[in-house]
């Protein structure tokens, strides 16, 4: 729903997926699931079942083993426009030897124009700078990725994709490895853009009760007692 009261078309459609590696041992089997620009969704659900590979999945990173998988008017294997998504893997795939600024001015580059005019690559720089400044790494800036703490690193990631601007953001387990204020700063740095933006957050959070406090809504995959090959997805709707 937007600040209109008008509830907008999806933005991510998943119709009869099953998702995975191979095709005789689906992980997960999600017969219908609709995110909408606004939203904030967690995956949630015990180690090993899928919730990379679904958020991989929805990035367009793996091909699921069948069904549709649309995201925005782009169904896969076509790919929505460059930037639209942003992804904060579980492994963040930093570049450890260049500066943070480096780092984050790569995504915001993806989330400009594509034309390396000088006012594209300004843009760039003060969206680089202000979203390094969100997470608290405004004295890293210029220091190589590698000496800085998991956390840090992390928010490195965090910090990369919120510079590109994305209408959708993937987020892997985001705030794992950084100490309870800093999780807190970064948590409501990252619900403040999508809320201003009217962006949609598909967060994957292993600790439930923050899953809860974050989400508008759960996706909880369960390892499926019901089928050994299947997994169970369920949407709950949680009050908020
Ligand atoms: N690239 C891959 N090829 C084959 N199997 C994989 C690959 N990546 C992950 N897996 C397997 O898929 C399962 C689900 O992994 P994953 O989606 O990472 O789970 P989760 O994020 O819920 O912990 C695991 O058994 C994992 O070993
Ligand atoms: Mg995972």
């Given at each position: 729903m937007n600040n209109t009261g008008i509830k907008e078309d999806a933005n991510v459609i998943l119709e009869g997926v099953k998702i995975g590696y191979s095709i005789n041992n689906p992980l997960v089997e999600i017969p219908h699931l609709e995110i909408f620009p606004g939203e904030i969704v967690a995956i949630t659900g015990p180690s090993g079942v899928g919730k990379t590979t679904l958020v991989r999945t929805i990035a367009g990173l793996v091909s699921p083993i069948s069904g549709s998988v649309r995201v925005f008017d782009s169904t896969l294997p076509h790919r929505p426009p460059r930037g639209s998504i942003g992804y904060i893997p579980q492994r963040l795939g930093l570049v450890s030897h260049a500066s943070v600024l480096h780092n984050v001015l790569l995504g915001a580059r993806a989330g400009h124009s594509s034309a390396l005019s000088i006012i594209s690559s300004q843009k760039s720089r003060r969206s680089a700078i202000d979203a390094i400044d969100r997470m608290g790494l405004s004295e890293k800036m210029h220091e190589p990725v590698r000496r800085l703490s998991g956390g840090q690193q992390r928010r490195v990631a965090t910090a990369r994709t919120i510079a590109q601007s994305p209408k959708i953001l993937l987020a892997d387990e985001?705030?794992?490895?950084?100490d309870e204020k800093t999780l807190d700063k970064v948590q409501n740095e990252v619900i403040d853009y999508i809320r201003k933006n009217n962006s949609t957050l598909i967060l994957v959070e292993h600790d439930v009760s923050r899953a809860t406090s974050i989400a508008d809504r759960m996706l909880v995959i369960d390892d499926g007692r019901v089928n050994p090959f299947l997994s169970h997805t369920t949407a709950l709707e949680v009050g908020k």
């Open positions: 985001f705030l794992s490895e950084l």
